[in-house]
């Protein structure tokens, strides 16, 4: 008989399995919606439904960058157990949904669960190992950076990822610098790059603690205003990374340090992505 676009439609919609799946799986069964659930479950498609509102706080983060290392890729695959995360099959997975990333430059998360890795798509590949594992599978993150340089840098048994883009470079290889760097982002966790890219709500947050903060001390009202803004240059000073002391060089700032190795270098952008 014939599969009609709204029969895939309605069996995706009970079962939340992809459409070709649901397609394949009612052609199987000659329409009959119950005997294609079956075959999908056997599949592996249903666990992924009934697990859907799991908890996925564990993992691992992947990076690769190109030859001259001026673009890196990031994602970062989310499992539910430690155990699973160190599994080869599962590591095998995200270096494989990793390189589909890096080839086909896809424009988000999305569109990444699109590409195809041989006869599947990321999203079918990532419910067939649900359906093996037992465990919610999910792609947290996916950044894809351009810069002079981008440098990578993973921290605590891979659950910890940062892309350093570096500018004003001068044709070296920064790659020690930017490891530094991408060190100080994962143990400070810096909220923005400089005080000019924090946003305005934290501004004010910050700021009106400030003033609680002094009010509480017992200081006078019309001094409330310059104390808190010199709380909040201080919380700059802590929080955003050009201005955060260096943590193997408390001396100097990152700003600075850059500076020192090679002049007017300085970090244009960066992420940093942790699981669990």
């Known amino acids: 008989m014939a599969i009609t676009a709204q ?18 799986a009612l ?25 859907a509102d799991r908890e996925a706080s564990e993992g691992s983060v992947f990076i690769k960058t190109n030859d001259d290392k001026t673009e890196g890729v990031l994602i970062a695959l989310n499992c539910e157990t430690d155990f699973v995360g160190k599994n080869e099959g599962f590591i095998a997975l995200g270096a494989e949904i990793l390189e589909a990333a890096y080839t086909n430059n896809p424009a988000n998360t999305e569109a990444l669960m699109t590409i195809s890795l041989g006869e599947h798509t990321v999203a079918e590949k ?21 810069a002079d340089q981008v440098v990578p840098y993973i921290h605590a048994g891979n659950k910890l990822g940062v892309l350093v883009g570096l500018s004003n470079t001068n044709g070296a290889d920064q ?7 991408g060190m100080q982002i994962a143990a400070m966790n810096p909220i923005a790059l400089s005080k000019n890219e924090v946003a305005q709500n934290v501004i004010d947050r910050e700021l009106e603690i400030g003033k609680e903060q002094v009010r509480a001390e017992g200081k006078p009202e019309h001094m409330l205003e310059k104390i808190a803004h010199g709380k909040l240059n201080k919380f700059f000073a802590e929080n955003t990374l050009l201005s955060q002391k260096f943590v193997k060089d408390n001396s100097v700032t990152i700003e600075k340090y850059l500076d020192s190795v090679s002049k007017g270098m300085t970090v244009s952008k960066f992420e940093r992505i942790s699981i669990g």
């Open 27 to 51: 052609t199987e069964s000659e329409g009959d919606f119950e005997a294609a659930i079956d075959i999908l479950r056997k599949k592996g498609q249903k666990v992924s439904a009934s697990r």
């Open 7 to 24: 029969d895939v439609n309605k069996l995706r919609k009970m079962t939340g399995a992809g459409m070709m799946d649901c397609k394949k």
């Open 175 to 181: 790659t020690a610098a930017g490891k530094d760097v």
């Open 126 to 146: 990532l419910t067939d190992m649900i359906g093996k594992i037992g465990e919610k599978l999910e792609i947290s993150s996916y950044i894809r950076m351009s």
